[in-house]
Structure formats: structure tokens, C-alpha cells
């Protein structure tokens, strides 16, 4: 079946701000004297807000409660969130505007597919707020990635099946997810090595659209 449909994660594959997430996270490990490092960084790629919390607790000696877990999941959105100022449309990938373009010239539809309760903030940012047919992100899920959902509501959303669309992640769950919601994935960025993925790239810079569509 051929594709008519490209759902793109956001954090990682259109803009970076998994470096914010990084440094939001790291502002709060230092302050609560939780060791972190990049390499604990690279799980909580496509994973929600709390279970990213969940890993990084796991390098402390004191147990949270619900609500102090809560508050410092709030705490990191707000570091993170501040980070998230600096963003303009010149934070875009490479390669991704292009490919954008060349995808609605060919009337295929295009959906974020983001695990992240920020997406709309960061689309509008960015200025592509409007550029999607369909969006759907951490708030309208209740499982994350990899869990399918994310995907499967932005399929229904462009009125697709999931045979029809292409996901494209940078992330081991987000590979995971769109194989288990069956769809064929292109896997970028930190993914590029994960053998799942029907397809992969180092960036959006270094494919084309035809090899894109001929997976
Ligand atoms: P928020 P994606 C994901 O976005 C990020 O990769 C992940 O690191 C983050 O924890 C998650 O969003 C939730 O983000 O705290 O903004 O709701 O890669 O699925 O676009
Ligand atoms: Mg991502």
C-alpha cells in the first residue's frame, strides 16, 4: 500500500529541543543532588514527562511522594519551558522545511505525533502551528510512546489507516510505537541505528522524498 500520510515526532526530528529537556532535567537533578548524565538522557527520548521522572529517580537515595514527584515534574516543565523562549523558526532541522513542502505539493498529509504537552507551544514558536492537517500530542494520550496511541490518533485524525502512514522518530520508543501501531517508520537523529525502522537517516537533510514514499 502506498503512503499518503507522514506523522513527525516533534522533540528530535523538527526542532531541537531535546537539548532543553536535557538542560531542564539536569537544573533539576543538580538541585535535588540526583546524579544524571547524558546517557540517562538518552531514555526519556519520546517517553512522558513522569516516567522520565520515574528514570531519574532512579538514582536516588530518597523516596517522593506522589505530590513531591508532581511538583518536581511542574519545576522541570517551568526550567524547560523557559528554555523554550529562545526557540524561533530558525531552530527548525535541516532538511525538514523542505521536505514539508515537498510532501503537501504531492498532497500527502502530514500530522505531528508528539509525546510532548508542549507541542503547541513549540509549533507556534517555530511557526508551523498552522502548516499540519492534523495534530496530536501528550494531551490527548493516556499511554505514551511506546505505546501506539499517539500515532493512531494522529492516522485517524487524517482520516488514514495505519498501513498508509509513514512515522518519522528519532527515538527507541517512538520506533517501537510506530512499528506496534504498524506503520512503516523512518528512523533519524539518535534512532538512525535502530534496526526496526523500515527506513533511516542521519537528518531530513540526507533523504529524499521519493525514498521517503518508497518504503
Ligand atoms: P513534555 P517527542 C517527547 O517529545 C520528548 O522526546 C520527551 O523527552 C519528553 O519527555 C516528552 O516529549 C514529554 O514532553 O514534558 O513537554 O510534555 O519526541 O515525542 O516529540
Ligand atoms: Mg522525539
Not at 72 to 81: P, Q, T
Not at 82 to 93: A, F, H, R, Y
Not at 117 to 143: H, Y
Not at 182 to 194: C, E, H, P, Q
Request: charged share 35%.
Amino acid at each position: 500500500m502506498s503512503i499518503k500520510g507522514v506523522i513527525f515526532d516533534l522533540d528530535g526530528v523538527i526542532v531541537s529541543t531535546d537539548e532543553y529537556h536535557y538542560q531542564g532535567w539536569q537544573r533539576l537533578a543538580d538541585e535535588e543532588r540526583i546524579y544524571f548524565d547524558r546517557e540517562i538522557n538518552e531514555r526519556l527520548r519520546g517517553v512522558s514527562r513522569m516516567e522520565s521522572l520515574e528514570i531519574i529517580l532512579e538514582k536516588s537515595d530518597r523516596v517522593y511522594s506522589q505530590d513531591e514527584k508532581i511538583k518536581l515534574a511542574e519545576r522541570k516543565n517551568n526550567y524547560y519551558r523557559e528554555l523554550l523562549k529562545k526557540i524561533t523558526p530558525d531552530d527548525i532541522l535541516p532538511g525538514v522545511r523542505n521536505v514539508l513542502e515537498e510532501l503537501k505539493r504531492r498532497s500527502i498529509k502530514i500530522a505531528i505525533g508528539s509525546s510532548s504537552k508542549n507541542s503547541p507551544t513549540i509549533l507556534e514558536r517555530i511557526g508551523l502551528d498552522t502548516c499540519f492537517d492534523a495534530t496530536s500530542d501528550g494531551n490527548d494520550i493516556k499511554n505514551s510512546k511506546p505505546d501506539p496511541e499517539v500515532f493512531l490518533i494522529a492516522a485517524k485524525r487524517l482520516s488514514l489507516s495505519p498501513e498508509e502512514c509513514l512515522v518519522v522518530e528519532d527515538a527507541g520508543a517512538g520506533v517501537e510505537a510506530g512499528i506496534t501501531s504498524g506503520m512503516r517508520v523512518l528512523a533519524v537523529g539518535s534512532a538512525k541505528d535502530d534496526k526496526r525502522a523500515h527506513i533511516s537517516a542521519k537528518d531530513m537533510d540526507s533523504i529524499t522524498v521519493d525514498e521517503m514514499l518508497d518504503v
